[in-house]
């Protein structure tokens, strides 16, 4: 085995829990298992406290008022819980780390009107990021983000489409300031998009009623003139719409089947 592929593994082991476990990794035998075990749930805590003060900031800010700090739930037993089945930057390890958090700051006695939702918006913003990213752009993906889209429009797994009943961001900017009193959100429904590109950027978008439409409707196989009359609407607000969500990371172009 080279120096290289030795290093790999050693990398994947202190990363993912369920191969740390595997007979594949014990039986070669190169490192202290415990000692191992040890580094590897720091570097998770380490990992997961970064994720969750970035993006759940919102809900850290309200814990003057809600007493609940979201990084809190890194100490408690049910972070400890998962770490035998966590695998470092997955989705699925986002989410469950995620899920933690938002029972953990919802069980605030205190009540603010949209927490719920904002507690929604937060965890999605968590797990989108999560999962592989591309370090290097194709030419068929700077042709998309040139307006040169082929094929047909497939929503990318993970882009999500939240339904909330107030109206965020016309408060999450006055949540991170100074105040002795949580700012009135307007209780007015409001759909917001959430996706990732694939270099790993996190884009928030309002939806509209050719976003949802579009994006129910993308699934590799409909052509333009398909997507058009299924939403209801032209060919021409179709593409607009579908360049929009492929700057955004939301849709990308296969060659269909």
Not at 61 to 86: C, I, K, M, S, W
Not at 241 to 255: E, H, M, N, P, Y
């Amino acid at each position: 085995m080279s120096d290289r592929a030795l290093q790999d593994r050693v990398i994947r082991a202190l990363a993912d829990a369920p191969y740390r476990a595997s007979t594949e990794w014990r039986r070669r035998g190169l490192a202290d298992p415990e000692r191992v075990e040890r580094y590897a749930r720091f570097l998770a805590r380490h990992f997961y406290y970064e994720r969750i003060v970035h993006f759940f900031k919102y809900s850290r800010a309200l814990a003057r008022v809600t007493g609940r700090r979201p990084e809190a739930v890194l100490n408690q037993p049910g972070f400890d819980a998962l770490l035998p089945t966590v695998v470092l930057g997955s989705r699925a390890s986002a989410q469950a780390v995620a899920a933690l958090v938002v029972d953990h700051v919802a069980g605030s006695e205190t009540r603010i009107p949209c927490l719920a939702d904002l507690l929604r918006y937060e965890e999605a913003m968590m797990v989108v990021e999560a999962g592989p990213r591309v370090w290097r752009e194709d030419p068929e993906q700077a042709d998309e983000k040139r307006g040169r889209v082929r094929g047909q429009a497939e929503k990318v797994e993970g882009t999500v489409l939240l339904e909330l009943a107030y109206d965020l961001p016309a408060v999450l900017p006055s949540l991170l300031q100074p105040q002795t009193s949580v700012p009135e959100c307007p209780p007015r429904r409001t759909q917001l998009l959430v996706a990732r590109s694939q270099h790993g950027r996190v884009a928030v978008a309002r939806g509209t009623a050719a976003i949802a439409a579009v994006l129910e409707l993308a699934d590799g196989k409909r052509t333009l003139a398909e997507l058009a009359e299924g939403a209801g609407i032209e060919v021409a607000e179709v593409q607009e719409t579908l360049q929009g969500l492929v700057d955004l990371g939301a849709v990308r172009f296969s060659t269909g089947s």
